[in-house]
């Protein structure tokens, strides 16, 4: 097994970038997820609120990262810079702290969005834990859902997208689900049964599988819903539990590191229990 491809979101829920290469903080991919979007009180938004937010594209540049989306000016958020006083926002249950990017970038994104919305970026120091109910030892997370990293295989969706065409939808794209770490050569849903797996040079233990939400539904290509129900039936008929319909394995890290796209995957050890299923 070997990994296929490596992706990094900057800004919360909005357009992500493909790498060759990633290299691994404590908090997870280098500028993974660094930025979030808020409302004027600090509540972040999401694609689940504002499909269009897909359509937002960070790169970098240098110094900077440069911000496009349909019918807007190019915006520039220096990565160095004088900085605010501190703020509070919030990411589900967890209040973190974070820099204001400013008014004109605020402006920039409620033009964009129609709705009021201000760019936050989480502080250099703050420490924002993940569940440790799931962490066999402490670890932190910037404003993603909650684990640094998520990990699926190419085999998974080729599975779902057979299931998907069975039932005369469409096949989709591995960008719906967002992932960091894709996984190639492993049979459907492989990475279920792993706890712990040395990836390159690294070592990830896979602590809880991935709810998926409406967010599936998001075209990344478009930023529109063409189905509202798809994926989400479809996996509902044979990936569903409790918490919801899994897809992808959520992940952290040992220690900081660097990822390769044709970096050797080797399981280390396999769950107690394999996932079950509600089978409709």
Known sequence: MHVSALYTYPIKSCAGLTHQ???????????????????????????????????????FDGDALRLTAPGMNLMTIPLEAERPEPRMVRVWRADCEAWDEGDELAQWFSDYLKVDARLTRMTDSFVRPVNPDYAPYPAQVGFA?????????ESSLDDLNQRLMERGSEAIPMKRFRPNIVITDSAPFAEDTWREAQIGEMTFDLVKACARCVMTTVDPATGTIPDKAEPLATLNTYRKQERGVMFAQNAIHRASGVLNVGDQVNVIKYQAQPLEFIIQ
Do not use: C, H, K, N
Not at 22 to 47: A, C, E, H, K, N
Not at 145 to 153: E, K, N, R
């Open 21 to 59: 290469t990633i290299g691994f903080d404590q908090r997870g991919p280098l500028w993974d997820r660094r930025w979030v979007v808020t409302d004027s009180d600090g509540m972040f938004y999401t694609q689940r609120e504002l499909p269009p937010m897909a359509l937002i594209q960070p790169v």
């Open 145 to 153: 859902d909650g684990y640094p990293a998520l990990i699926v295989s």
